[in-house]
């Protein structure tokens, strides 16, 4: 009789600067047999019947059709974060393989991350610690000053579960809150922070003088942000973007800032990740980029990878499967 | 005198490095005749008996004795922003010169710095973003992580204007709010926030994940976060300060960020401002160090602005001044 074999799942690696991380890989041993791409590929004809989910952390490992045909009892991939346009939907489908993702553990973090955006870009936060630490600064001009966010027009595109929380703490600050989305939200919700539908996007980008960006990417939101929603904006205004580096038209934006169109831009995310050394984006004063921080902490990264863990057993077990992402 | 001539506005200087904003000029020069300290020096006799006002900017002109006495027909003092330690407002009160700050106008910019601060240190944002546009590009952003803000515990020390401020910011963070004031808030302001007293300053800095510093500069809150302090501190909290750089001992600051006492601090103020340039908190990562940013703003610099004319203008009317203050 065999012995109760703990199922096999794969992962990119673990440790480094890439892997999953160490601690997080303890607890999962102590579900699975977790198994390295390295591992794998030194044996695959045994570990590839194995192998029935893969734990897919950071977009790592590619999964494409070759890895698929390979892994003929694979029924699940759990995939970290709440982004999936990394992983071909419709190929996963025809091979019957099942997807999760991690929706709602990042929005806190995210929307922290886009309020902090805003604070440092509009306080030119950045460039005052620049000033406060480098060896040439003799004083502080009275004359260095940013814009204020208390009392400022928030124009939100995107009111889904990270934009909406963005709403609840812009609304602390005494913002004016626009917002743009698919659907308007029901009263109570547009009540609770004060927020005001704008069907078209152009009024949000007339009347704002901070400008988030927080959709999800598809092949409707590609661009979403070009050369003419640019100049619709006011030149006093921000950029910030929490979704996708492809949600803007990189170029167009990069033109707009050198012409003064807008006045600066927050990004958390680019295209690609990260922006090639030398491009225009990394010598702006008026632009701060932060490495894709959004759900960094080490409590969000935590319940991230327990809620891929459930899910994953769920997905073995032939459950109803959390947060499982449908075609 | 001449009939219809402006009242005399003595300033430190127009422009420069600690001058009158020149955007702010014009509006003064509605109401007042503007004299600046080098034209005051340069014709005392004559310029002297003119000045019924005095505004401060960035703490300047330093007002002493030998100005106080040089100035017979001074009336009113207004300072920009609500520090008032580089004020010796008992020997102002004595020449029968009335006082005012400007809390109305400084507050919420100062509130929005504080959290700025925080989110910047929570979530390494000076950091990342040194590391999103270095020149190396082999870093990944799966190893760089900070702390939760959201859910987090705020401890306010200071809850005056400007801590209630951070507590209602704070509170749309979902964060628990504890406070240590020299008085308790009343229980609806309380409960508007969720905010908890803590009646000593030990019990809030042992259970809060953030330490926001919010205090004026006195003889009782000069270095009140010591070695003591920080040591009771988590290991996993920060520190921000908004406040005063005296109100913490720096070289204890440093041991504390050095040795892991503390996981993080962030300093809009500091003693001296700026820092000599070999300064051990220029040097740590773990320190974000800003230009007192408070009420650097456009708009908040201009209600400052607005806010010291109405309150000189009242105390020349012998009306009552919105923001006085008394030198106890």
Redesign the interface.
């Known amino acids: 009789m065999e012995s109760q074999e703990l199922p096999y799942v794969l992962t990119d690696c673990i440790g480094g600067?890439?892997?999953v991380?160490e601690d997080h890989a303890e607890f999962l041993k102590k579900h699975f047999s977790l198994i390295t791409m390295k591992e794998y590929l030194e044996n695959k004809k045994l570990l590839g019947e194995k192998i029935r989910a893969i734990y897919a952390?950071?977009h790592k490992p590619v999964i494409d059709e070759e890895l698929l045909r390979s892994l003929p009892n694979l029924k699940i991939v759990a995939s970290s974060g709440v982004g999936i346009d990394h992983l071909d939907l419709n190929l996963l489908s025809r091979y019957g393989v099942k997807v999760s993702n991690t929706p709602f553990i990042v929005s806190?973090?995210t929307?922290?991350?886009g309020?902090?955006?805003m604070?440092?870009s509009s306080?030119?936060?950045?460039e005052?610690?620049e000033?406060?630490?480098s060896?040439d600064?003799?004083?502080?001009?009275?004359?260095?000053?940013?814009?204020?966010?208390?009392?400022a027009t928030l124009g939100i595109v995107g009111m889904g579960t990270i934009g909406y929380k963005v709403a609840?703490?812009?609304?602390?600050?005494?913002m004016k809150i626009l917002y743009h989305n698919r659907n308007q939200r029901n009263k109570e919700e547009e009540s609770a922070v004060g927020a005001i539908y704008c069907k078209k996007i152009d009024d949000l980008l007339q009347q704002s003088d901070f400008v988030l960006l927080s959709v999800n990417l598809t092949p409707q939101t590609h661009k979403l942000i070009g050369k003419r929603q640019l100049q619709l904006m006011k030149p006093t205004a921000t950029l910030i973007n929490i979704s996708r580096g492809l949600v803007v038209d990189q170029d167009a934006l990069v033109e707009a800032l050198q012409n003064h169109v807008i006045k600066a831009a927050a990004l958390d995310v680019t295209y690609p990740?990260?922006?090639p050394?030398g491009h225009p984006l990394?010598?702006m004063k008026n632009v701060?980029?932060?490495?894709?921080?959004g759900s960094?902490?080490?409590?969000?990264?935590r319940l991230m990878m327990e809620n891929m863990m459930e899910s994953i057993q769920a997905g073995l077990t032939g459950l109803p499967i959390p947060n499982e992402v449908l075609l | 005198m001449g009939g219809g001539e402006l009242p005399g506005l003595l300033v430190n200087e127009i422009g420069g490095i600690h001058g009158i904003l020149h955007g702010h000029v014009a509006f003064l020069k509605k109401h007042f005749y503007l004299i600046t300290m080098k034209e005051f020096l340069e014709n005392k006799k004559h310029m002297s008996e003119k000045v019924q006002a005095i505004y401060l900017w960035w703490h300047k002109p330093v007002v002493d004795q030998e100005l106080l006495q040089s100035l017979p027909n001074l009336k009113v003092i207004a300072n920009s922003g609500v520090g008032m330690d580089h004020l010796d407002l008992k020997l102002i009160a004595s020449f029968g010169v009335k006082m005012a700050n400007a809390p109305r106008a400084v507050s919420s910019s100062t509130a929005d710095t504080g959290m700025a601060l925080l989110l910047a240190s929570a979530r390494r944002l000076v950091e990342g973003y040194h590391l999103a546009i270095s020149s190396d590009t082999d870093y990944c952003e799966a190893d760089f992580l900070g702390v939760e803000v959201t859910g987090a515990t705020l401890g306010i020390i200071g809850m005056g204007r400007i801590g209630y401020k951070i507590a209602l910011r704070a509170k749309a963070f979902e964060m628990n709010i504890l406070y240590h004031n020299r008085t308790h808030r009343k229980e609806q302001e309380e409960q508007a926030v969720g905010a908890t007293f803590c009646e000593t300053i030990e019990n809030l800095l042992q259970q809060s994940d953030f330490v926001m510093v919010v205090v004026s500069l006195t003889p009782q809150t000069h270095k009140l976060i010591g070695k003591r302090e920080m040591e009771l501190m988590k290991p996993t909290a920060t520190l921000i300060n908004i406040s005063r750089g005296a109100v913490i001992d720096e070289e204890a600051l440093v041991t504390a960020l050095q040795t892991g006492v503390i996981r993080a601090a962030a300093l809009d103020v500091t003693y001296p401002e700026p820092l000599p340039r070999d300064h051990a908190l220029l040097k740590l990562k773990n320190v974000i160090i800003t230009p007192h940013l408070c009420i650097k703003t456009d708009k908040t610099t201009y209600m400052i602005t607005k806010e010291a004319v109405e309150n000189i203008l009242a105390a020349l009317n012998g009306l009552p001044m919105p923001s006085e203050v008394l030198p106890n």
Do not use: C, Q
């Open positions: 600067r890439h892997g991380y952390w950071y806190n973090d929307a922290d991350l309020m902090a955006l604070l440092a306080r030119r936060l950045v005052g610690y000033m406060a630490v060896p600064t003799e004083y502080f001009p009275a004359d260095w000053l940013g814009a204020e966010v208390s009392g609840n703490r812009a609304k602390a600050f005494e990740e990260p922006l050394r990394l010598k701060i980029i932060t490495p894709h921080i960094a902490t080490k409590k969000t990264r």
